[in-house]
């Protein structure tokens, strides 16, 4: 069953502007976790939050949760054309990740 | 180089024709899971194991059996594929079962089932 449930599904922006991407999830986590995938290939993944943890940096990224609102932010900022691609945030539970549908962030130059 | 290999990384089949995708990771992972994605569904879980000789079903585990009688492998087994199996396969691996540890994802594996 799909849990986090990302908005917008997509996302287009200028070239050094910042881009939110948000997930809403349903049931408690221990931990909260964002992907990147470039068309069709291989997830990378940019970022981990605890449920314990409020906000996450990671050079451009920051990362935000609120487990009362069940909801995370990923904020890129000064977006890059090699930024473009998918974003998936995955909730991990027990022994599996649940993953979104993901955002597609296009970033024009 | 750490890395999680998938094989083969395209194969169109016909139904009902035995296939098996390999998985492997050189970072002595205990944990290992396969995933699926499809259009308008996302990522979905298949199988995942914990540990050597030890294998559990995840959201979608119909039609598919797995392996693990070494650490560093996972292989993915379709006794009879159907095209309702078509789709892209992920393989990924962490360190334990632990949840604070990111999964290193595989470069996916594009099945085609005719």
């Known amino acids: 069953s799909q849990q986090g449930e990302e908005d917008p599904q997509a996302l287009s922006i200028q070239e050094g502007e910042n881009a939110t991407m948000n997930c809403s999830y349903k049931?408690?986590?221990?931990?909260l976790q964002w992907y990147r995938q470039n068309s069709g290939r291989g997830l990378v993944h940019l970022i981990l939050i605890r449920s314990n943890e409020r906000e996450k940096h990671s050079g451009r990224l920051r990362v935000t949760l609120d487990t009362s609102k069940k909801s995370s932010s990923l904020l890129i900022t000064a977006s890059r054309a090699a930024d473009t691609a998918s974003y998936f945030c995955a909730t991990e539970g027990a022994q599996k990740l649940v993953f979104g549908q993901g955002t597609r962030l296009t970033i024009n130059p | 180089e750490a890395q999680v290999t998938q094989n083969p990384r395209y194969l169109i089949t016909v139904t009902g024709k035995k296939l098996t995708v390999t998985c492997s990771q050189n970072?002595?992972?205990?944990?290992m899971s396969w995933y699926r994605q499809d259009p308008g569904l996302g990522l979905r879980q298949i199988y995942y194991s914990m540990n050597v000789e030890v294998t559990d079903k995840g959201d979608v585990p119909e039609g598919y059996k797995v392996s693990r009688k070494e650490k560093r492998n996972f292989p993915l087994i379709l006794e009879s594929p159907s095209p309702n199996q078509t789709s892209l396969y992920f393989c990924?691996?962490?360190?334990?079962?632990?949840?604070?540890?990111?999964?290193?994802f595989g470069p996916g594996t594009r099945l085609t089932v005719l």
């Open positions: 970072m002595n992972h205990e944990y």
């Open positions: 990924a691996s962490k360190p334990s079962s632990g949840s604070y540890n990111e999964q290193f």
């Open positions: 049931t408690s986590i221990n931990n």
